[in-house]
T-cell receptor, first 113, second 115 residues
């Protein structure tokens, strides 16, 4: 079956540091890939997505590139802010997402001023 | 306000009791989903629905029942609650009428504790 593996953390960084959160996946076909973010006490929000190999998703300074050869979708940001503190989930779908998403375990990110 | 709302936000109950978690969305999205979130597991799909009166099992459906008599509502029922069902439950909706790979819009969750 499908699966997503990501570092769980917590990951603690100082403000303005460079961020990388690794995500690798296993899928039987050609999935679409997503990053969702969860702020304390809230539901998940879509951060970015990529639907085919070599696509780059980007939003709010975050980027991730769909690498089929390494089955990866690592999340990066050049300069993090305290407001980026949250839990980040990597996810995949096959068939366009109509039968739900497969999530990683989530990475708790803490940014210190 | 438009959006997706879950109720209650918090619930404490005892083993063996029936409990229903409510989910309501105002967008008229065709697809709705129920996930549970547990430490060390991320989110796992319980059930989903493509339209009114159409539901399908997800990864962890045992012990749960869903219904969808109206497009905007998708209640989740635990018929006889067990301690292993203590979790945070999230409802989500998506508008696949606009094409595939649409984002899922999540509610704020229901934190359920079973004693």
């Amino acid at each position: 079956g499908n699966s997503v593996t990501q570092m769980e953390g917590p990951v603690t960084l100082s403000e303005e540091a460079f961020l990388t959160i690794n995500c690798t996946y296993t899928a039987t076909g050609y999935p679409s890939l997503f990053w969702y973010v969860q702020y304390p006490g809230e539901g998940l929000q879509l951060l970015l997505k990529a639907t085919k190999a070599d696509d780059k998703g980007s939003n709010k300074g975050f980027e991730a590139t769909y690498r089929k050869e390494t089955t990866s979708f690592h999340l990066e940001k050049g300069s993090v802010q305290v407001s980026d503190s949250a839990v980040y989930f990597c996810a995949l779908s096959e068939g366009g997402g109509a039968d739900g998403l497969t999530f990683g375990k989530g990475t708790h990110l803490i940014i210190q001023p | 306000d438009a959006g997706i709302t879950q109720s209650p936000r918090y619930k404490i109950t005892e083993t063996g009791r029936q409990v229903t978690l409510m989910c309501h969305q105002t967008w008229s999205h065709s697809y709705m989903f129920w996930y549970r979130q547990d430490l060390g597991h991320g989110l796992r799909l319980i059930y989903y629905s493509a339209a009114a009166d159409i539901t399908d099992k997800g990864e962890v459906p045992d012990g749960y029942v869903v219904s969808r008599s109206k497009t905007e509502n998708f209640p989740l029922t635990l018929e006889s609650a067990t301690r292993s069902q203590t979790s945070v439950y999230f409802c989500a909706s998506s508008d696949f009428d606009r094409g595939m790979n649409q984002p899922q819009h999540f509610g704020d969750g229901t934190r359920l504790s079973i004693l």
